[in-house]
T-cell receptor
Framework: GAGVSQSPRYKVTKRGQDVALRCDPI?????LYWYRQALGQGPEFLTY????????KSGLPNDRFSAERPEGSISTLTIQRTEQRDSAMYRC?????????????FGEGSWLTVV | GNSVTQMEGPVTLSEEAFLTINCTYT??????LFWYVQYPGEGLQLLLKATKADDKGSNKGFEATYRKETTSFHLEKGSVQVSDSAVYFCALNAGGTSYGKLTFGQGTILTVHP
């Protein structure tokens, strides 16, 4: 597609349920990133992939969070046993490669509300 | 660790006023620097970037110069428009062991009145 596509755009879930957020990067982009953004804050890095390999998961807050990109294209961020503090916007982004000067393109984000 | 500090908002200006949004950073090595913008109801998009010291990034009338000596990347525009109302984020990519990830500031809300 023309841009980074995320789904669902809005998700309300009950505490304790599992949630899966999907990201479809720009075609041909090697690197894919997940960020989390709380209200009034800048995005915070969660994890990133080059192709299907998870290169860095240092930003994942705990073991309830996981991400995969099995075929090097679409990625899924999964949050197990959701808690209210997980409520935030989850942004996916992609770039041609993970070089520091390359432009990283963001999707519109998935708003998650845990009630 | 790496960090980005932006001037606190919100910033409110009249149309055609001069804009400066301050951004300073802490990073090891030689990071690349970015300004991202989020317009109301839209996603985050790159406004401009600079990849080495003394580079000037520019786009849509906005400019920012990478100043290594002051570790700054201030955003400026000579004459703002109502359509510039948005949230502006300064960010860096430090490369090295942080290869592939951006560190963002907290964002500055800009409102421009006619």
């Amino acid at each position: 597609g023309a841009g980074v596509s995320q789904s669902p755009r809005y998700k309300v879930t009950k505490r304790g349920q599992d949630v899966a957020l999907r990201c479809d990067p720009i075609s041909g982009h090697v690197s894919l990133y997940w960020y989390r953004q709380a209200l009034g804050q800048g995005p915070e890095f969660l994890t990133y992939f080059n192709y299907e390999a998870q290169q860095d998961k240092s930003g994942l807050p705990n073991d309830r969070f996981s991400a995969e990109r099995p075929e090097g294209s679409i990625s899924t961020l999964t949050i197990q046993r959701t808690e209210q503090r997980d409520s935030a916007m989850y942004r996916c982004a992609s770039s041609l490669a993970g070089s520091p000067g390359n432009t990283i393109y963001f999707g519109e984000g998935s708003w998650l509300t845990v009630v | 660790g790496n960090s980005v500090t932006q001037m606190e908002g919100p910033v409110t200006l009249s149309e055609e006023a001069f804009l400066t949004i301050n951004c300073t950073y802490t990073a090891t090595g030689y990071p690349s620097l970015f300004w991202y913008v989020q317009y109301p109801g839209e996603g985050l998009q790159l406004l401009l970037k600079a990849t080495k010291a003394d580079d000037k990034g520019s786009n849509k009338g906005f400019e920012a110069t990478y100043r290594k000596e002051t570790t700054s990347f201030h955003l400026e525009k000579g004459s703002v428009q109502v359509s510039d109302s948005a949230v502006y984020f300064c960010a860096l990519n430090a490369g090295g062991t942080s290869y592939g990830k951006l560190t963002f500031g907290q964002g500055t809300i800009l409102t421009v009145h006619p």
